[in-house]
């Protein structure tokens, strides 16, 4: 008996979809690349529900006969190649011809094209790849694809899909993608029947400005550097953060020939050349396109078409690195030296009215190998590292039983601070080393994660009212945890589609610039991938904590020092922060 057969073809393209069609914005992916290589000047997108119920674009290209039409929704049917050579010359956005059968085998199609030099146009009506109908119909030049229902017949792929928020957002990702290397398409965007993005014709600076510039108080583009570079192997051009305007928030883009991609070797590049001019985690923005011959990328090597290769990525990495420091550099952004003084030798100046002090007499009898020697800890830092880089280490009992919490502290010990960073404190087991503002994390997550739990709404009014600006993005996730954050203690009311007005904080914000934990809250939600179903608590409150925490640096009395070890040991998780920092280290004493 005969075990190999051919599948059926509708069942193929289901399993072709399960590649290319993942959720509605690869969807929208598919067909406004089709519309871009159509030539269309003018993107409509229609979506209800997130894209679930319809997904629906509107091109005003160059259309379709009736047997083109008929013949899109075939496998791997395109105008694109012909030969397999041509996969190495590619200037157009799809070629593989997988995307239409791919949709039409998950959802319900409805195509209406007509090319500029026909009177009628073409309908078809497709059902899961089964062919409803095609007929003539009157429409206008161009063509208009809906797609209703995704996955309908697949409940298994419908059931994983995320919230109406998630999927509008991974949407908004690949628009973004897309509508930022054509400035010269306009494009709209709607969502339940509400206009996300209108974007008129323009430059890439105009149409950078249009998606995330929201506040004319500071408009996005002001924080931006221009880049320009042009070599044998690679053209770069674009934008780049300015160092003070760097955030947790920063927008990345990537983009090839017209095409984005993710490519963390070039992002190392970026982020070398502004090495030692960022803060903490906070990273620069930047909007760079590279334009290289077809032939020297691969971009047939995922399903997705983000991640391509480079025949000389060790090249365009130093040309990247180079570029982007000589734009920090002409724009005065990186530190200048004075080449004039370089090598000086600082020289005071003799004054008789100063007194003059002897030189210090040094003592030619010490050994610092003297077994009396004290020897003073530097490695302070290494005992923060995660707990498997220092788990070999000797000195280190990382694991403490809780049967020895009682005897962790002796009676009447006394704290001290070293480095206004460590928290020092006399154990039995050795000596305790606490990082303040971690421990302080600690106490904190845990007290909004109760708050969050038991709401109680407790506020204090602003005396002046602060503005949060938001792209449309960082809205969708604001709206999905407004009611969270209200109950937590923020005072909040939209004043338009891109900002909202905040005159009441949580009283344990304290002095805490709201803006920024607001910021810095949109930034961790959307890192950790928290969905609705699953709930924000934790990234909120995590957020929360590490924005109102005591700062490495700050001075802490004594009762201070006592209050916050305490605390900290009096919690059920204590060794930890929730990211998984070491808050507390027991060296032992017996060296």
């Known amino acids: 008996m005969d075990c190999i057969r051919l599948l059926p073809d509708s069942v193929a393209n289901q399993i072709a979809a399960g590649e290319v069609i993942q959720r509605p914005a690869s969807c929208l992916k598919e067909l406004v690349e089709n519309s871009l290589d159509a030539g269309a000047t003018r993107i409509e997108i229609l979506l209800r529900d997130a894209g679930r119920t319809l997904l629906q674009v509107i091109d005003n290209g160059k259309g379709m006969s009736d047997t083109d039409a008929r013949m899109a929704f075939e496998r791997h049917a395109t105008s694109k190649i012909q030969s397999a050579k041509d996969l190495f010359t590619l200037r157009t956005m799809g070629f593989r011809g997988e995307a239409l059968p791919s949709i039409a085998a998950v959802a319900q199609v409805e195509l209406v094209s007509r090319p500029e030099d026909e009177e009628v146009g073409t309908k078809i009506e497709i059902d899961g ?24 017949n697949v409940p298994a792929r419908r059931k994983f899909l995320k919230s109406d928020a998630t999927e509008l957002r991974n949407i908004l990702n690949e628009f973004y993608h897309i509508a930022l290397v054509y400035p010269q398409v306009q494009f709209t965007l709607a969502h339940n029947d509400e206009i996300l993005h209108s974007l008129s014709v323009g430059t890439i600076k105009q149409r950078i400005e249009a998606i995330f510039g929201s506040s004319a108080r500071n408009p996005y583009t002001s924080q931006l550097v221009e880049v320009s570079s042009e070599t044998e192997l690679v053209s770069i051009h674009g934008f780049i953060g300015k160092p003070e305007h760097s955030t947790k928030n920063a927008q990345q883009y990537f983009f090839v020939n017209g095409r984005y991609m993710r490519h963390p070797y070039f992002h190392k590049a970026v982020m070398t050349a502004y090495s030692g001019m960022l803060v903490g985690e906070e990273s620069p923005s930047y909007f760079l396109y590279f334009d290289v011959a077809p032939d020297s990328i691969d971009v047939n090597v995922h399903p997705t078409k983000t991640e391509i290769k480079f025949a000389d990525e060790q090249l365009i990495f130093q040309i990247l690195l180079s570029v982007v420091r000589e734009s920090l550099g002409k724009f005065n952004i990186t530190p200048s030296i004075d080449f004039n003084r370089e090598g000086e030798i600082e020289m005071p100046l003799a004054s008789s009215s100063s007194p003059q002090v002897p030189p210090v007499v ?20 290494t005992l923060y590292t995660p707990s498997s880089a220092i788990r070999n280490t000797s000195s280190v009992a990382q694991d403490i039983p809780d049967a020895y919490l009682p005897s962790l ?54 005396l002046f009212p602060e503005t949060l600006d938001v792209t449309q993005d960082e809205k969708i996730i604001l709206q999905s945890v407004l009611d969270s954050l209200r109950d937590l203690g923020f005072d909040m009311d939209e004043l338009n589609p891109t900002a909202y ?33 699953q709930g924000f608590i934790h990234p909120i409150a ?42 507390l280290t027991i060296i032992d004493i017996d060296l």
């Open 129 to 152: 790849s089964q062919v409803i109908s095609q007929e003539s119909c009157d429409c206008a030049k161009g063509t208009s694809i809906s797609v209703k229902n995704l996955f309908f």
């Open 362 to 381: 040094v003592d030619r009898n010490y050994n610092p190998f003297r077994p009396n020697n004290t020897k003073v800890p530097t490695h302070w830092d």
């Open 501 to 533: 007005s905040i005159s009441g904080v949580p009283s344990l914000l304290g002095q805490t610039n709201p803006v920024k934990a607001l910021q810095d809250i949109i930034f961790s939600i959307r890192e950790s991938g928290a969905t609705v179903e």
């Open 542 to 583: 995590l957020s929360l904590a590490q924005d109102t925490a005591i700062p490495i640096g700050q001075v802490l009395t004594e009762e201070q020092m006592r209050d916050l070890v305490e605390r900290l040991l009096g919690l059920t998780s204590y060794r930890l922060t929730p990211d998984g920092k070491t808050v």
């Open 409 to 462: 502290l002796p009676e009447g010990w006394r704290p001290y601070q070293y480095q206004q960073k460590y928290i020092l404190c006399p154990s039995p087991l050795g000596l305790m080393v606490v990082h303040q503002h971690r421990a302080h994390i600690n106490i904190l997550y845990n007290q909004y994660k109760s708050l969050l739990a038991h709401p109680s709404r407790s506020s204090q009014q602003l």
